[in-house]
């Protein structure tokens, strides 16, 4: 199995910035990618940004430019780095992890980003 913590969340200001974290415990040699979703209240969860075991990256054109995913050296922790936040990034982040593992599907449990002046 595969263990998620998130951490980092918190409430800032328009224009301000923050750092995700996602650390993975358990059977990461099973992991092949990762990403981040988020989820505002009555909005369905949305793919914000993945990272493959080869650090190619890609994200919703709604943070491109903004938001930047990398890996620590030891690949058990993804960081989302959010800048220029905006008041539409306000949601529940969660980190998830596509695994070679049966359920090959595994969840953080969340972590709110309040972006508001």
């Known amino acids: 199995q595969v263990q998620l913590v998130e951490s980092g969340g918190g409430l800032v200001q328009p224009g301000e910035s923050l750092r995700l974290s996602c650390t993975a415990s358990?059977?990461?040699?099973?992991?092949?990618?990762r990403h981040w979703y988020r989820q505002a209240p009555g909005t369905q969860r949305e793919l914000v940004a993945t990272?493959?075991?080869?650090?190619?990256?890609d994200y919703a054109d709604s943070v491109k430019g903004r938001f930047t995913l990398s890996k620590s050296d030891d690949k058990t922790t993804v960081y989302l780095q959010m800048n220029n936040l905006k008041p539409e990034d306000t949601a529940v982040y969660y980190c998830?992890?596509?695994?070679?593992?049966?359920?090959?599907?595994?969840w953080g449990q969340g972590t709110q980003v309040t972006v508001s002046s």
């Open positions: 998830n992890a596509k695994s070679l593992l049966t359920p090959g599907d595994f």
């Open positions: 358990g059977n990461i040699g099973s992991i092949y990618r």
């Open positions: 990272i493959t075991t080869g650090n190619r990256t």
